[in-house]
């Protein structure tokens, strides 16, 4: 048995899986859970390790045993009374079929005697109707039955679904929690600057996971270059960009200039270094700070969320002329 499995492999999980674990233990715990949180802080591995728990037939206290047949079958996927409804295709979301097809396998007795657990990793992909027909089973669930959602933001659902859950607000951990995990998960050792893991974790929005992603990433290692490249590119065409940007990896690097945009911003309004995303890139802001006045940047900011929006929501668009666009914008920004 691996005890204490949740706090070594991301602690700052720990304390939401004791609270739910214990609300078990005492008879005290609801039927349906709704899980909210960014993504990279873990959230799949905790709720797959309460399910072990709640299936395991050789508890240790508050821990599962993970050798029993339930906790087997459950870390391989192909437990029969646990039932993880998602679509592979992201964009396409769960009908309304799927639902009543869940209802009808939930509703017979359980294979193993513990119970039946149903898992939505993707609540978003609900349509309305899906999601009605949810409801429907929330307000009468079937007996020794538990349901756990997932969602990255709480105005993904309904009313009436969130007023029938637990909603736990999973928050990223500190700041020093986050950069001590990730000085012990970098890959091969690593010896990187405090103010580089940190500067990856604030950009990641204190996702540990993501930022450990984004610095065992070569793309991080080609950031100084990214950024002098940015500089030579206001300073001379913008159009340069054109070559970077046109790539798969065109959604990191638009965050990337609109984070540094916001510090240069922060400069202007003098506001504290310590307070700044990119703390290993203040040579960089400074030199922004002394091309673009504050009122320019902030079109250029409008201008980079307006295109992103645009990059993330439509599939089937022409990405190399949507960036065209955005640099053409950013362009006429810069010299009027």
Request: proline letters at 3%; a positive charge.
């Amino acid at each position: 048995m691996k005890k204490n499995f949740i706090l070594s492999k991301y602690p700052w999980l720990n304390n939401y899986y004791n609270k739910i674990i214990y609300q078990f233990q005492n008879k005290k715990n609801y039927t349906a859970y709704i899980f909210c949180s960014l993504n990279g802080l873990g959230i799949t591995f905790l709720i797959y390790e309460i399910i072990k728990w709640i299936f395991c037939i050789n508890k240790q206290k508050i821990y599962s045993c993970s050798i029993c047949n339930n906790c087997i079958l459950v870390q391989k996927n192909i437990h029969p009374d646990l039932y993880i409804i998602k679509n592979n295709i992201k964009q396409v979301s769960i009908g309304v079929d799927c639902i009543r097809n869940l209802i009808n396998k939930i509703s017979k007795t359980s294979y193993r005697d513990v119970g039946k657990i149903v898992w939505f990793p993707y609540l978003k992909q609900l349509n309305d109707f899906s999601s009605n027909a949810l409801l429907k089973i929330l307000e009468e669930p079937p007996k020794n039955t538990y349901f756990f959602l997932q969602c990255n933001n709480k105005n993904e659902l309904l009313p009436t679904i969130y007023s029938r859950c637990q909603f736990w607000n999973i928050f990223p951990p500190n700041e020093e929690i986050g950069i001590s995990w990730l000085k012990k998960n970098l890959q091969n050792n690593q010896i990187l600057k405090k103010q580089s893991i940190k500067s990856a974790l604030r950009i990641c929005n204190y996702a540990p996971i993501n930022a450990l992603y984004l610095l065992n990433n070569n793309i991080w290692k080609n950031r100084n270059i990214f950024y002098n490249i940015l500089i030579s590119a206001f300073e001379t065409d913008v159009m340069n960009l054109l070559s970077i940007l046109n790539n798969k990896n065109i959604l990191f690097y638009l965050d990337w200039i609109y984070l540094i945009l916001l510090d240069v911003i922060k400069l202007h309004l003098q506001i504290n270094l310590k307070f700044f995303y990119n703390l290993d890139q203040i040579s960089i802001i400074y030199k922004i700070f002394n091309l673009i006045i504050m009122d320019k940047i902030k079109l250029m900011i409008k201008k980079i969320l307006f295109y992103k929006k645009i990059l993330i929501k439509i599939n089937t668009i022409n990405y190399k002329l949507i960036i065209i666009n955005l640099l053409l914008s950013l362009e006429e920004i810069y010299k009027s």
